[in-house]
């Protein structure tokens, strides 16, 4: 029982590309791709198979003749649990999308595992994995390990790079469908989140405001910095609440998770919570009128001052420099 397991989720679009960033992490674990095994789950799976083969991993499972509803948890769990019975693996790693973390802790009661949730990467100590999980609104990190003899890591997206090497092509395995997937509740309909621009999550360049703006006009200016920037833009909690922008446009521990290359704010205060979702961003720059604020321990540059005295001019810079 050495063999690592990979769950992705895959659609006609193609694989859900967090299973890059798994596989990449998995190489820095010293695991190389050539050597890992990948569940794929999805609908009717066998039509999918050119997808299947640009999987880079020596081999790739999945279920044939199956519909999930529209990827529904209970029968996701029904078709995982088949498939780890099937294969017997040491360790096993998910994706945190909002699938793979719902199915991670299902699959862990179902096959009576031990689950680290919401690692922001693994430690190998001599083969025994320990995974690293950012807690009390990410003010510490807790190291945690599983004592069963398999285990389940449920590991954050857009913390790793993404996996470069496709050099490998998988072999193919198949699944007879022998699963009674009869589910108590049904998924009636899916509807696609709905974004003016880049999605928050993808973005290199992150554009964000706070309860400091003061109200929902200010955001009008965000936009306009996004659009020069090529960025997505995004706000703290307190401005989602207030009605100033949609829950979608949420960053922090109960919004949406972020590791931008740069992330710029305004009038964001930088509170526990907030920086529990946009902590992994490589550069951060930040304007708030308060020196003490807490983002600023984490911002490479910060300009203290009020905004409005502040953007209009960076706006400026931005436009003639786009006009150049």
Known sequence: MNEILVFTEVTDDGFDKSLLEMLFMLKELGHDNSTLTVAALGDNMESK????KSIPVSKVVATKNLDTNKFNPNILKKVATNIVERLNPSKIIIPKTSIGQDLATRLAYSCNMGIVNDCLYIENNDDKWIGVRPVFGGNYFAKVKATTDSQIFCVRTKVFEELTDNSVTPDIE???NDINI??????????????????????????????GLGG?????????????????????RAVCDAGWKDHSYQIGLTGKDISPNLYFTVGISGASQHMAGCGNSKHIVSIDKNIDANIFKDAEIGAVGDWKNILPGF????????KD
């Not at 009869?182 to 706070?210: C, F, N, P, Y």
Request: charged share 30%; proline share 3%; net charge negative.
């Open 315 to 322: 706006l400026d810079t931005l436009k003639d420099l786009a």
């Open 216 to 236: 929902p006009e200010p955001f009008e200016t965000l936009d306009e910095i996004a659009g020069l920037l090529n960025a997505a833009v995004g706000a703290s």
């Open 49 to 52: 198979e050119s997808i299947l």
């Open 174 to 176: 198949f699944y007879e």
């Open 182 to 211: 009869d589910s108590s509740t049904q998924i009636l309909e899916r509807t696609q989140e709905q974004s003016d621009g880049i999605k928050l999550e993808d973005a290199e360049i992150v554009v964000a405001g706070g309860r």
